[in-house]
Structures are given as C-alpha cells and as structure tokens.
C-alpha cells in the first residue's frame, strides 16, 4: 500500500511539473505557443570557414561566413521555408561589431534539415547604398510578403558609424531592389543619423500564409532598441515614426525593473494580428541587480506583448517570465558569451509556427508550436 500510494504521489508531482512547464511556456491564452525543442536539438546554421564569395568592396575572395551565421529571418515560398542569416566573414581578433555581415540562404522542406546556398544573397556592393553599407555591411534582418508577392526585408545598415534601419523588396528573394534608410526623408533626415535597427512589420495570417497587414489603412512597424517605438507606412518603404504632439519619438514598450526585460527590449520577428490582437514577440536583455538575479547580466530571452488590433500603440497586456531563453550549450557559447536567444524569424508551415533565433551572436536554433485549435 506505502509502495503505491508513493507510486501515485511521483506521478502527480510528474503532472503537476510538466502542466507547470507548459503554462511557464504560456501564460496568457493570448500568446503564441508553446514553442518546444526538436528531439536531441543542435543549430540547423553554423560558420563555415571554406565557403567564398568575390567581395564587391575589395574585388578579393573572401570566407564570407567564417566568423559566425546568426540573427535569421524566415519567410515561405514555393512550399519551403526560407531562412534568411546574418554571416559574419572573420576580419582578424575585432569584437562584435568589428566585422563584415552580409545574409545568406537556406532552405527547408521539412523545417528539420537545411540546405545553403554557396554565396550570399544580400549585401554591401557597388550601389547606392554604399556609404550606409560599407564596410560594416547588411545586419539583421526582418521580412515580410506583401498580398501581391512583393517580399520586404528590414534590416540594419553598418557603416561604423551609424546602424540604420533599412528596406529592400524583392520578387524571388535572390535579386533584391534597395530602397535605402527607412527614415532618411521624414522631416528632413530628423533620424537619420540616428542608430535605429530591428524592424518587425506586422502580419496576417491569410489562407494560411502570412502575409503584411494594415490596419486603419496604414502598415504598422515596431522597432529600436532599448525601447520599442512604432512608425506607419502607406507603402512598406517610406515610413513616418509616431510622435506625440511635442514631436518627441513615444516608446510603445519600456524595460521593466523586477523583471527579465529589465535592461533593454528589442523588437523580434514580425508581429502577428489575431484575434485577441497584435502579439508581438520581442527580445528582452537582463540587468540581475535590478532585473531576475539568476538569469544573469546581459543575459537575451524572449517575451510576448499584446498590442490593439485598432490602436498599434496601446499595450494591453504583457508576459512576466520569457517564453524562450538560453538553456542548451550551444545557446551559451559563442562570440555571446552570456547567452541569447534572439528571435527575429517567424513562420506558419504544415499546420505549425516555426520559431528562428540566433544563439550567442553565433549559431541558428529553431522551436516549434502546433497551432492551437
């Protein structure tokens, strides 16, 4: 009888552990997820020190992803997701920022294995984007697919001076159209010499694609860090920041002291309008000494926030413990020493969302959630 009755008290405790879990995972019925791990995860993108690419800038062959792959977007097309990688070419000892990126491609019909292409598909040339681009080169990227099949990608220009938030459309993801800094003509340049960066635009789910939405007949964008802000656009490409009515930006999500996201926010891949309304996911970096002790300082995990499907600027709700965050050694190791799971690629795929993330400024991870009925 002492045998079976401790039998049933391990095998409620072992329920009440993997419901507690799961709802740690999700904790509002508004979020997305939960996201789980594949079975015995590994990075799916990692550096590769023998791939090359004819460098426009120096006209020499360069390892133009020997230092780290990392920072992914995702978009599907022609029934395959497509993964699109922060690569990092190894410029001698300099620290993060000191070397060259440009964005690589991947592709996957199972959303398990993935196949590269030789060179990359986006970066610093000959054009006119060249004194935004060189020689820090194409950072970060976001994307989204318009209704008519026009692909967006925001990302960050580096030229070792300034970060700035850029666009570019393309037809096929390979050939790529420069539309230049988001915000170079709002109110003659007021923030173009500004760092702005992380641009997640938000979407629809349309017969089963996502897809960039609008709302009140305008495209909404989140962006920046250590604050969210938000700008509106007519066209995907030209884009106003709002202000409040002393012509100052207005921060849409704070860090928040007692919590994880206590030192900086940062926005993730593009947010998704559903019927409970805007759910942003977001990065979130710790601060231990005013923020959660045993993650850490510095430390990148990822939350979710709640946003009017009306009003894109009215937080209606928010996540108290991050959703994902560094837990494996590949997550922990890296040119990131401190761990991040830093989300930035998001997709809807057989019935299921797909999750990309960068691991430790190094490696590409991938999660998973089935859709909830």
């Known amino acids: 009888m002492k045998i079976y009755r401790f039998y049933i008290s391990v095998m409620v405790l072992l329920f009440i552990s993997g419901f507690g879990y799961a709802q740690e995972q999700l904790e509002r019925d508004w979020m997305l997820g939960p996201f789980e791990r594949f079975e015995n995860p590994k990075p799916i993108i990692q550096k590769d020190s023998l791939s090359e690419f004819k460098d426009p800038m120096t006209g020499k062959i360069i390892h133009w992803e020997s230092m780290a792959t990392f920072n992914p977007a995702a978009i599907v097309k022609d029934n395959k997701i497509h993964v699109l990688y922060r690569a990092e070419e190894k410029l001698g000892e300099k620290e993060i920022g000191g070397h060259t990126s440009r964005i690589g491609l991947a592709t996957s019909v199972d959303g398990k294995e ?17 004194e935004f681009e060189w020689t820090g080169g194409t950072e970060d990227p976001r994307i989204v697919e318009t209704e008519e099949g026009t692909y967006v990608l925001t990302y960050t220009q580096w030229n070792r001076e300034y970060p700035r938030l850029a666009v570019a459309t393309s037809k096929d993801l390979r050939n790529w159209e420069k539309q230049g800094p988001v915000f170079r003509e709002w109110k003659d340049g007021k923030y173009h010499n500004t760092e702005t960066k992380s641009g997640a635009i938000v979407t629809q789910l349309k017969d089963g694609k996502l897809v960039a939405a609008k709302i009140n007949g305008k495209y909404w964008m989140y962006y920046g860090v250590p604050h969210i802000w938000l700008a509106s656009s007519d066209d995907l490409i030209t884009w106003e920041p709002v202000e409040n009515y002393e012509g100052n930006l207005v921060p849409v999500l704070n860090p928040r002291p007692g919590y994880f996201d206590s030192w900086l926010v940062e926005a993730g891949p593009p947010p998704v309008l559903t019927k409970d309304g805007i759910v942003m996911l977001y990065n979130a970096g710790n601060s231990k000494n005013i923020g959660v002790e045993e993650l850490g300082n510095r430390i990148y995990t990822g939350g979710q926030a709640l946003y009017d499907a009306e009003e894109p600027w009215k937080l209606l709700d928010r996540s108290d413990k991050p959703f994902i965050k560094p837990e494996l050694p590949f997550e ?3 040119q990131y020493k401190d761990g991040t799971t830093f989300i930035e690629g998001l997709v809807y795929f057989n019935g299921a969302w797909y999750l990309y993330y960068g691991t430790a400024d190094s490696m590409v991870g991938v999660v998973k959630s089935d859709v909830k009925d």
């Open 114 to 130: 993935y196949i590269r292409e030789e060179e990359p598909v986006f970066y610093p040339t000959k054009d006119n984007q060249k």
């Open 332 to 334: 922990k190791s890296g």
